[in-house]
């Protein structure tokens, strides 16, 4: 058997020990091709360059006929 604890755990001794445990959010660069915002080690949502190359290429539209 495991050990138990002798008594409860206290609401601020939680939210202590939580106190890390919290989503961080990613750092925000411009991208070196069209100088928008995006997070770092992404590939751009606006022109798919990632590390200074195209990596996304784009599909050309289609026509309506």
């Known amino acids: 058997?495991?050990?138990q604890p002798k008594k409860k755990t206290s609401h601020r001794r939680t939210h202590q020990r939580r106190s890390h445990d919290r989503a961080r959010v990613g750092s925000i660069i411009l991208c070196s091709h069209c100088r928008r915002p995006h997070l770092?080690?992404?590939?751009?949502g606006n022109c798919g360059y990632?590390?200074?190359?195209?990596?996304?290429?784009?599909?050309?539209a289609r026509r309506a006929e």
């Open 40 to 44: 770092s080690h992404h590939v751009c």
């Open 50 to 60: 990632y590390a200074g190359r195209e990596v996304i290429v784009e599909k050309p």
């Open 1 to 3: 058997m495991a050990a």
